[in-house]
């Protein structure tokens, strides 16, 4: 980074594999409910790997009207304002969009979530609400990162 030269070994020394459980909730912190909310993560200098799956078995306390939000992710974004990244949603299910619609989000900065966002080709994008889900909603997920 920053123009400085490293040598392979002294890349690889900051190398490290995990797990981590991710939190699916609104944007006043009301979780959902789950059975399977599984991550794992590589972490390989500053650079960070994130994917995993949330299956909800019920919306729990989240606020009808309030934005979703992928949260826990093992390391904090970023500081840096620039510093943005997609988080992309691979298969779903069970959630309450117009056929066309496509569900991804982003990150950052400096924070440990990812805002879901709904696409389609008429009205661009909007922010995923609590109503958009179902008590059962379903996605795998994954993300690439910067941390400090």
Same mark, same amino acid.
């Given at each position: ?9 002294? =890349? ?35 650079? =960070? ?53 496509? =569900? ?25 609400? =609590? ?18």
């Amino acid at each position: 980074p920053n123009g400085t030269a490293y040598s392979a070994s002294e =890349v690889l020394d900051d190398y490290e594999e995990g797990t981590f459980t991710p939190r699916i909730h609104d944007g006043t912190a009301n979780s959902a409910s789950t059975d399977i909310n599984t991550g794992f993560y590589t972490k390989i200098g500053r650079h =960070v790997h994130v994917q995993g799956q949330i299956r909800m078995t019920s919306k729990g306390s989240m606020t009808a009207g309030n934005t979703i939000r992928l949260d826990d992710f093992p390391f904090t974004l970023n500081t840096s304002t620039n510093c943005r990244t997609v988080c992309n949603i691979g298969t779903g299910n069970n959630f309450i969009l117009t056929a066309g619609t496509y =569900v991804n989000g982003y990150a950052g900065p400096s924070g440990t979530a990812a805002i879901l966002r709904k696409w389609d080709t008429t009205d661009g994008s909007s922010t995923v609400l =609590v109503s958009d889900l179902t008590d059962s909603t379903r996605f795998h997920f994954s993300m690439d990162y910067l941390t400090d």
